[in-house]
């Protein structure tokens, strides 16, 4: 095949010239045409010598070269492992929660959650994660969150890789797709902890997961424009289990995002999530000061507007980048509020009203990549609890007016892509009446299978 | 909306493959240029990645999931260059024909023999290559043995282009013989000579023209050089006769300017991928550039 390549008329028509009887040419064009055919020679001399050497080389180290460069062979399914730790250094404080934001309240002591959790050392949860194609119409992917005396699964999914036409579907339990930050484990965060808005909206998981369907098209435009929905159990705050037939959550998403240039690139994402809730218990403040318990029976309904904006010089992030990013959400939550309490509170007998909250919050960051191992980042979160109407129960539940806010900063050292090491340090006024000076040191090492750079 | 999603679909169904020519995805330049060399002007060609960044770390950027939707074929280096970015593009991109396994994924590195193959997979080394290591771009013959593969997926994808790929693939590869021959001879005076690099970046480079490594600037594969490496590598070179040390355009300057200055041996930026024109012009003023710097220091 390479040889035939190889265009012989030229020598063919020189070897005639020279062999033939030259009789009207004089010795000075003998000669040249005689220099003529022995570079002619050379050259393909030196060409076949080439050839055959390549020939001889590639017929030699040819282990089966196809399945040999397919990385993937040895990890089926690939298998990660993420370790996550920290030393935090915190006030003692006995019911951390957000002034004037209701949470979940849990009864127990689990332990599980992101970064929320205690003083002193702690082991955050470990992840592993197992992912495959399934066959050529599906992948799978399970991520076991695992910690003392539980095994949670907070992700486990099917997704279609076959449809086409910029379609994907999506089935199982997964993290949603709303906002920017809320796909992200915790361990791809660039803070050791969650914004306080994603605490403020999700609980202290930080993150909504839903157990359902995602449907997702991404539009045949040069500029990506993707849009999604998602229905599901939607079990998990800010709302409940309803123990249902029909849907408990859904949610509506769309991103746009392109590059400016060869430095930039951006993304940003409107989002819109209905939830539903049945007696969902969070803690109240009475207008005494003792802690009463509010059951709410509504809908929750947000919206999610996120950007990011990232630069690196020529599109190369090995040594310097900045990431800019801002998420913003408002919420109403619309619905009935049972409120009880001990003897002696002021919900000592248990009384119904309307319950309306009109709440929003935003954070934003900048993280700066100073060094090829060395980054820096600068948070500042702020919540408006904005207004909350528990109508017959604004004479027991106290409203307080503090608006929660925190500033942090943090450098991280990466020796590789799959450790870093991070101190941080924030100061916490989400509750009212106490400033908070904290400080982290954590750890995040993954092992195993290579995770993905997201943008 | 209901107006703009029915617009939408209209785009969606002139996007499908009745459309004359290809859509090719490339991660890398030379990979984009090979393909335009095939199919010239019948074809698309988008390039991910250019010279200046490095193709280990790449982000699935919101831009190249929006390129690889449209595309009908993704041609990637592979031996798990892109592991970090190319499976999310394409996990979130949407579009069936070009998922690894279907015709319209080709990988380059799966075309040849790959060399520095670790005998152990461990991380401990740095961020080592199961496959091999994947670089096979600087080496002509190797990049001649891919387009042959490439130029057959193309025309199997697009039978009604398929004379015209193997045309252009055929005048290009006697046209690539050739300058492989010029570039064998000119190079010549190097066979021997010794360069440090910074990254693993040229083994394919430097066996192909009979250069020897006499050190890399990272002590692991992937992992920023150490200062106490590059003074054990500065003894190490001491007395030894050594042409060059080469970095690739979007490593970091620093290490090699430090050993540089130490030792006395010229720094040199030495291309991994085309550079200018993603197209033969591109892909042959490469190869003389690579080999004229080379020579421009030669002692």
Redesign the interface.
């Known amino acids: 095949m390479?040889f035939r390549?190889?265009?012989s008329a030229p020598l063919a028509l020189a070897l005639a010239l020279v062999t033939s009887p030259a009789i009207s040419a004089s010795d000075a064009e003998l000669d040249e045409l005689r220099a003529q055919v022995r570079a002619l020679r050379d050259?393909y001399e030196?060409?076949l010598a080439?050839?055959e050497s390549?020939l001889a080389?590639?017929a030699a180290?040819?282990?089966a070269?196809?399945p040999?460069?397919?990385?993937r062979?040895?990890f089926n399914p690939e298998i990660s492992l993420t370790l996550q730790g920290q030393y935090r250094r915190m006030k003692d404080i006995d019911e951390r929660h957000l002034s004037g934001f209701a949470g979940a309240s849990h009864g127990d002591e689990d332990g599980h959650d992101h970064g929320a959790g205690e003083r002193g050392f702690s082991l955050d949860h470990t992840e592993l994660v197992l992912a495959a194609?399934i066959d050529?119409h599906y992948?799978g992917l399970v991520n076991f969150g695992i910690a003392d005396g539980e095994v949670e699964v907070e992700e486990a999914w099917f997704?279609s890789?076959?449809?086409?036409?910029?379609?994907?579907l999506r089935g199982g339990r997964f993290l949603s797709s709303i906002g920017y930050l809320n796909a992200q484990h915790a361990h791809a965060w660039d803070f050791a902890d969650a914004p306080l808005m994603y605490t403020a909206l999700f609980g202290e998981h930080a993150s909504y997961g839903n157990d359902g369907l995602q449907f997702?098209?991404?539009?045949?435009?040069?500029?990506?424009?993707?849009m999604g929905a998602e229905v599901g159990r939607g079990a998990n705050f800010p709302g409940t289990d309803r123990d249902v037939n029909g849907i408990g959550s859904s949610a509506v998403f769309a991103?746009?995002?392109?590059?400016v240039g060869?430095s930039h690139?951006?993304?940003t994402g409107l989002s819109y999530l209905n939830a539903r809730s049945a007696g969902r218990e969070s803690h109240f403040d009475d207008v005494g000061g003792e802690e009463v318990e509010g059951a709410f029976t509504g809908r929750s309904r947000m919206w999610i507007a996120d950007a990011v904006w990232?630069w690196a010089p020529?599109?190369?992030?090995?040594?310097r980048a900045l990431t800019l990013q801002a998420e913003f959400f408002q919420r109403r939550e619309d619905g009935d509020l049972t409120c009880q309490g001990e003897a002696g509170s002021a919900c000592a007998v248990a009384l119904d009203s309307d319950y309306r909250t009109r709440q929003r919050g935003w954070y934003a960051q900048a993280v700066y990549k100073f060094h090829?191992?060395w980054r820096v980042g600068l948070r500042h979160d702020r919540l408006d609890p904005g207004r909350r109407d528990y109508g017959a129960n604004n004479t027991n539940i106290a409203r307080d007016d503090h608006a929660p806010r925190r500033s942090s900063v943090m450098v991280d050292w990466s020796?590789?892509?799959?450790s870093r090491l991070r101190l941080q340090l924030a100061r916490d006024q989400s509750m009212a009446g106490e400033t908070d000076n904290q400080l982290w040191l954590q750890y995040v090492m993954s092992?195993g299978a290579?995770?993905?750079?997201?943008? | 909306m209901s107006r703009f999603v029915l617009l939408?679909l209209l785009?969606?169904g002139l996007?499908s493959p009745a459309q004359a020519g290809l859509k090719v995805f490339a991660t890398l330049p030379e990979w984009g240029a090979l393909a335009r060399v095939i199919g010239a002007d019948s074809v698309t060609v988008f390039v991910a990645?250019?010279a200046?960044?490095?193709p280990h770390?790449?982000?699935?950027?919101?831009?190249l999931?929006?390129?690889a939707?449209?595309a009908d074929l993704v041609v990637a280096n592979?031996?798990?260059l892109e592991?970090?970015?190319l499976?999310?593009v394409l996990?979130?991109?949407?579009?069936?024909?070009i998922?690894?396994?279907?015709p319209g994924y080709f990988?380059a590195?799966?075309?040849?023999?790959?060399l520095e193959?670790p005998a152990r997979?461990d991380?401990a080394d740095?961020?080592v290559?199961?496959?091999?290591n994947p670089h096979i771009g600087l080496d002509p013959?190797r990049l001649l043995?891919v387009g042959t593969a490439l130029h057959e997926r193309m025309a199997a994808l697009d039978p009604a282009q398929a004379a015209v790929y193997r045309a252009n693939w055929?005048a290009f590869?006697?046209r690539w013989?050739?300058a492989?021959?010029r570039w064998?001879?000119r190079a010549a005076p190097l066979r021997g000579k010794a360069i440090v690099v910074h990254h693993t970046a040229y083994p394919y480079f430097t066996r192909w023209l009979g250069l020897t490594r006499a050190g890399a600037l990272e002590a692991k594969a992937?992992?920023?050089p150490g200062s106490a490496h590059l003074a054990a590598l500065r003894d190490a070179l001491a007395g030894q006769p050594v042409l060059a040390i080469v970095r690739p355009p979007?490593?970091?300057e620093g290490p090699g300017q430090w050993l540089a200055g130490e030792t006395g041996i010229p720094l040199l930026r030495l291309p991994t991928t085309v550079e200018q024109s993603v197209d033969e012009a591109g892909l042959t003023a490469w190869f003389d550039e690579l080999i004229d710097r080379l020579l421009a220091h030669r002692r």
């Not at chain 2, 996990?91 to 024909?97: R, V």
Request: one cysteine or more.
């Open positions: 390479l390549r190889i265009p050259s030196h060409r080439e050839l390549r080389r590639q180290p040819a282990p070269p196809a040999a460069a397919d990385g062979r040895g194609n050529s992948r997704q890789t076959g449809l086409g036409h910029g379609l994907t997702k098209w991404v539009l045949p435009t040069e500029l990506f424009a993707e991103h746009l995002g392109g590059d060869t690139s951006w993304r990232k020529d599109g190369n992030g090995g040594a090829p191992q020796p590789s892509e799959f092992l290579h995770g993905a750079h997201r943008f | 939408a785009c969606l996007a990645t250019h200046l960044q490095d770390h790449i982000e699935a950027r919101p831009s999931i929006a390129r939707r449209q592979g031996a798990d592991v970090g970015w499976p999310a996990s979130a991109a949407g579009n069936g024909p998922q690894p396994g279907q990988e590195a799966a075309q040849v023999a790959l193959v997979v991380r740095g961020d290559h199961p496959a091999g013959h043995a055929s590869s006697a013989q050739l492989i021959a064998t001879e992937g992992v920023a979007y490593a970091p």
